[in-house]
């Protein structure tokens, strides 16, 4: 991509934009300038007031910061942009990264689990993370604290890559900055928020599909059944990964969710070996290299009438996308950029699975 990076990021970090909007503008105009300048056109076709576009001096003093971190940008797009991460739909526009890039080029695994996990389950998850190393394999995790905390551990020396839901600047939590630091100058630390940004709830969701979507598989040890861990095993069941669970007593209530996967069809591992035969090809043909190329062309002009009959099949509880194509009769790409100017206009909200839904 021709664009500066303070052309994407403005993009980015304006109003309304998130990473499917993003990638759909860019893949209508070309560029992230010439989407910029269409953003009130576009808006004012969904109905609502144009976006508030980033201000260039903020995005200056944004990429100044990263600089004087010793970090830098990742843009989707980019020729060293992880190719798994790519396929995701709603891949991160933008990820700002310490530390050694390369270590997205070997095969990843992703170990997750409870925060309050067990001693056994920590000893465990760190064995693993160390025995995955040996085998020439990057541990991905969150830096939280219990499991993946413990997986880092185990896997400093042989290649650990943590993503934070936070700014690249801040750790959390607390306890964990050494270790967040040590992640940064041994392995590889990754942040979609810019500097400064504080971990608030509703970015670990978005965290825990990049450690999903970096990965070929991902191990869930310990987790209660709605957690964190279980959102980051779905992301990477609809990405097509594999899912593998370490089983657990049916007393303890940190293994309820391991075996709950367990019974809706992940793989049951016990050690190194079974996780290395789920992410080993069969045959070594069949590897696949993932490109990402943003969306194919969108159509450009939707009539008023095709508009309101998209709107008319809208409402608060969130639809997928392919429901509306097919209630509408429309093309896709007519649909989706009815979508994109609703969302634009501040309108829609998008929701995981594909989802939409008013605003």
Same mark, same amino acid.
């Given at each position: 991509?021709?664009?500066?990076?303070?052309?994407?990021?403005?993009?980015?970090?304006?109003?309304? *934009?998130?990473?499917?909007?993003?990638?759909?503008?860019?893949?209508? @105009?070309?560029?992230?300038?010439?989407?910029?300048?269409?953003?009130?056109?576009?808006?004012?076709?969904?109905?609502?007031?144009?976006?508030?576009?980033?201000?260039? !001096?903020?995005?200056? /003093?944004? *990429?100044?910061?990263?600089? /004087?971190?010793?970090?830098?940008?990742?843009?989707? !797009?980019?020729?060293?942009?992880?190719?798994?991460?790519?396929?995701?739909?709603?891949?991160?526009?933008?990820?700002?990264?310490?530390?050694?890039?390369?270590?997205?080029?070997?095969?990843?695994?992703?170990?997750?689990?409870?925060?309050?996990?067990?001693?056994?389950?920590?000893?465990?998850?760190?064995?693993?993370?160390? !025995?995955? !190393?040996?085998?020439?394999?990057?541990?991905?995790?969150?830096?939280?604290?219990?499991?993946?905390?413990?997986?880092?551990?185990?896997?400093?020396?042989?290649?650990?890559?943590? &993503? *934070?839901?936070?700014?690249?600047?801040?750790?959390?939590?607390?306890?964990?900055?050494?270790? %967040?630091?040590?992640?940064?100058?041994?392995?590889?630390?990754?942040?979609?928020?810019?500097?400064?940004?504080?971990?608030?709830?509703?970015?670990?969701?978005?965290?825990?599909? *990049?450690?999903?979507?970096?990965?070929?598989?991902? &191990? &869930?040890?310990?987790?209660?059944?709605?957690?964190?861990?279980?959102?980051?095993?779905?992301?990477?069941?609809?990405?097509?990964?594999?899912?593998?669970?370490?089983?657990?007593?049916?007393?303890?209530?940190?293994?309820?969710?391991?075996?709950?996967?367990?019974?809706?069809?992940?793989?049951?591992? %016990?050690?190194?070996?079974?996780?290395?035969?789920?992410?080993?090809?069969?045959?070594?043909?069949?590897?696949?290299?993932?490109?990402?190329? @943003?969306?194919?062309?969108?159509?450009?002009?939707?009539?008023?009438?095709?508009?309101?009959?998209?709107?008319?099949?809208?409402?608060?509880?969130?639809?997928?996308?392919?429901?509306?194509?097919?209630?509408?009769?429309?093309?896709?790409?007519?649909?989706?950029?009815?979508?994109?100017?609703?969302?634009?206009?501040?309108?829609?909200?998008?929701?995981?699975?594909? /989802?939409?839904?008013?605003?």
């Amino acid at each position: 991509m021709a664009d500066t990076r303070e052309a994407r990021l403005r993009l980015l970090r304006s109003t309304n *934009i998130g990473p499917v909007t993003y990638a759909q503008l860019i893949a209508r @105009f070309g560029s992230a300038e010439a989407a910029l300048d269409a953003l009130p056109m576009l808006a004012a076709r969904g109905g609502g007031r144009a976006p508030v576009i980033a201000d260039p !001096g903020t995005v200056r /003093r944004e *990429i100044a910061a990263v600089e /004087r971190l010793g970090a830098r940008y990742l843009f989707l !797009g980019d020729a060293d942009y992880p190719p798994l991460l790519a396929e995701l739909e709603n891949a991160p526009p933008a990820l700002i990264l310490r530390g050694r890039p390369e270590l997205l080029d070997r095969p990843s695994v992703a170990i997750v689990g409870a925060r309050n996990a067990s001693a056994a389950a920590c000893r465990f998850a760190r064995q693993i993370a160390l !025995g995955l !190393g040996e085998a020439g394999v990057t541990l991905v995790s969150g830096l939280a604290r219990g499991i993946d905390t413990a997986a880092h551990v185990g896997s400093l020396g042989s290649g650990t890559v943590g &993503v *934070i839901a936070s700014g690249i600047d801040i750790a959390f939590p607390p306890e964990n900055r050494e270790l %967040q630091e040590r992640v940064a100058r041994e392995g590889l630390l990754l942040a979609e928020q810019p500097p400064g940004t504080e971990p608030l709830a509703r970015f670990f969701p978005a965290r825990n599909r *990049i450690i999903a979507g970096l990965a070929l598989g991902t &191990v &869930v040890v310990e987790a209660a059944p709605r957690s964190g861990s279980l959102i980051t095993a779905r992301i990477a069941a609809e990405a097509g990964r594999e899912v593998m669970a370490v089983p657990g007593s049916p007393l303890d209530p940190r293994a309820q969710g391991c075996n709950l996967l367990i019974r809706e069809g992940a793989t049951l591992v %016990q050690g190194v070996d079974d996780i290395l035969e789920m992410i080993r090809p069969i045959d070594p043909r069949a590897v696949r290299s993932p490109t990402r190329r @943003f969306a194919g062309p969108i159509a450009q002009d939707a009539s008023d009438a095709e508009r309101a009959a998209i709107v008319a099949l809208l409402g608060p509880a969130a639809v997928p996308i392919d429901e509306i194509i097919r209630q509408s009769g429309m093309p896709p790409a007519l649909v989706q950029t009815v979508l994109l100017e609703l969302e634009l206009a501040g309108r829609l909200e998008r929701h995981a699975g594909g /989802r939409v839904s008013f605003a």
